[in-house]
């Protein structure tokens, strides 16, 4: 009997294509060198249909998976332009320019940062930056909220309270010019909301309900993609 595997490692509501990290994994652990394999989200168009959002992961697999790597660019399209913008998160793994002074080599680590949700309004686009090391408990999440007006992007998670894991929800319900996350420590069962604004301050909210706007659209192009 064959059991599935998880959709996601912290169960979340938007959730990674961890399947296809899994399998690409699985089926490159013959192989003697390094290759490189892509896979291609699908996009979040805003609600007024002006900018559509989508990933492209890169996955640098080799025969153990401590020495494999999974990295990612998130990109945002104007589509009546066509211009494209890049969007980093400066969290701990992740590939960004703010990290190439101290810049370390990266084997088994994990940073997938996909969109999951624009405000009401489109003017904000919120994702998720998962983060992880692959055969450890590492595993923890991040906001990046990219403002379209200010065309700045800010990398965010709850702070001031202790906890190994954070799982992002959304937009926050109650107060909508934040984000909600679900916390908690591995081994308990005691796990909380939090709401987290964009300079990072923290608030309990228990009574919270995530919000998350946009359409998603499929295409020809969303997959495991030729290397």
Known sequence: MTTASP??????????PWNWVLATQ?????????RLRYYRTQALQSPDGCYAAYSRLQM???????QSRVSSTLF??????????????TSPLADNLFHQIERVERWGTIAILIPVAWSA?????????FESVFGSDIASDYAVVWDRAAQQT?????????YTHAVLLGWSQCHPD???????????????????????????AEADQPQAFGKAVSNVWMGPQAS
Do not use: K
């Open 60 to 66: 640098q697999v080799a025969a153990e998976f401590y």
């Open 76 to 89: 945002v399209e104007n589509l009546e332009s066509g211009d494209l913008h890049t969007l980093t998160a």
């Open 178 to 204: 934040r984000v909600l996350f679900r916390v908690g420590t591995l081994g308990e069962e005691d796990w909380h909301c939090w709401t987290v604004d964009m300079t990072g301050q923290t608030e309990l």
């Open 121 to 129: 309004m489109g003017n904000r686009l919120l994702a998720r930056e």
């Open 154 to 162: 800010v990398t965010l998670a709850p702070t001031g309270i202790s």
């Open 7 to 16: 959709l996601d490692p912290l169960n979340s509501p938007h959730p990674i």
């Open 26 to 34: 699985t089926q490159a652990s013959s192989a003697r060198t390094p």
